[in-house]
């Protein structure tokens, strides 16, 4: 995910922070700092460290199970409405999301309930849905917090985890992509439901609808390339005119061909045709900045990017760029020369004819029944 950094890694998942994560520490510094000096100021930043710590714990609840069932997940985003684990593929099965999807309000159940085993009879429920209220101890707080996360995330709305189930009880009598898109349609009505209440009551919920409305639609157009990726050949959908470059080109050379055509991405070739590399206008300007613009492009392409014949289906290309987190894919045929290019420009636009055809067939229908 764009404008997040890298803070560790834990069982070969990354951990990344958001840069907003870091105006709403601030945030809560300055707002504690207000009612009671630095003491309260530093007590509120450690009692936020210490939620999203539960939120860390919570999103490797979804790990582990996602792992049960051989799904990798290379990465784990915290923002500041929580926390995102990405995952390699989707599940296969209907059963396999609703565990993966409850494994991690689980965790935070389990959280609010060693914490309440811990403080014993000092805390009453009273005390624990009080979470805003500093008189109240910094554990039980943190208790009413984990209860506050489990049924906030309940919520059957995308990108909540109650989405994810809500989808997975509805795919086991329907199809994965209508499931999918009852599942988004009643979550953007609920993210409505949050924009409008927070006009009245609490700004933040305004952002939170319109984190989840469009989450709710990111999932539902994934679920529309899922199901036609599966009949779907590359080389019905890949980019054939591009240009290219020959690795003994210099990055003054790539500069001139990036503002002379409409790319973002520039296979790099040898002198037979064959992939080596993948030049973007990133690496250009870090090449630039590093070393000039005689630099070689074969010293500044990336050489991770994934080859895949013409032939396989888009769904395989699919998993290839999630696997790699990659901007592209390398199109080749039987004797692995360069003939086309998939990238995530191109599913897109694939997914707008697709909308069109099917608007324009739903009309003639009903132009013909009329």
């Given amino acids: 995910m764009g404008w997040s950094f890298k803070i560790g890694t834990v069982g070969g998942t990354v ?189 933040l919920l305004i952002f939170v609808g319109i984190f989840v409305y469009l989450a709710a639609a990111a999932e539902a157009q994934n679920a529309q390339i899922r199901e036609i990726s599966g009949s779907v050949l590359i080389s019905d959908v890949m980019i054939t005119k591009f240009a290219r470059l020959d690795r003994s080109a210099s990055i003054d050379e790539a500069i001139e061909m990036l503002l002379a055509t409409t790319q973002r991405e520039f296979p790099v070739v040898d002198s037979a045709g064959h992939f080596e590399g993948l030049l973007t206008r990133d690496d250009m300007i870090r090449g630039l900045k590093d070393k000039g613009s005689d630099m070689p492009v074969a010293s500044a392409m990336r050489v991770d990017i994934p080859k895949i014949h013409h032939r396989k289906s888009l769904e395989e290309s699919l998993r290839l760029m999630r696997q790699g987190n990659v901007p592209a894919i390398a199109v080749v045929d039987g004797a692995d020369h360069l003939i086309g290019l998939m990238t995530h420009e191109t599913i897109g636009e694939m997914m707008m004819v697709r909308a069109a055809v099917s608007d324009g067939f739903r009309f003639g229908r009903l132009r013909r029944h009329q």
Avoid at 60 to 66: K, P
Avoid at 71 to 100: C, S
Wanted: proline share 5%.
């Fill in 15 to 203: 951990i990344r922070v958001h840069i907003t994560f870091s105006l709403l520490l601030v945030w809560i510094w300055l707002a504690h700092y207000r009612v009671g000096g630095a003491p309260a100021a530093w007590e509120g930043i450690a009692f936020i460290l210490s939620v999203f710590a539960c939120v860390v714990l919570h999103e490797f609840g979804h790990i582990v199970a996602a792992r049960y069932f051989g799904i990798k997940t290379p990465d784990i985003t915290l923002l500041p409405i929580g926390g995102v684990a990405r995952l390699e593929r989707m599940p296969e099965e209907p059963h396999q999301e609703l565990l993966i999807a409850i494994a991690g309000p689980l965790v935070n159940l389990v959280i609010a309930g060693l914490i309440v085993l811990v403080l014993g009879a000092s805390v009453g429920v009273e005390q624990i849905i009080e979470v805003d209220d500093p008189k109240i101890g910094f554990l039980t707080r943190l208790a009413g917090v984990n209860i506050f996360l489990v049924f906030f995330n309940m919520i059957p709305a995308f990108p909540m985890d109650g989405g994810r189930v809500l989808r997975a009880a509805l795919a086991s009598r329907l199809t994965w992509s209508r499931a999918t898109q009852i599942a988004a349609m009643i979550g953007q009505g609920l993210a409505f439901v949050f924009g409008f209440i927070g006009l009245f009551y609490n700004p």
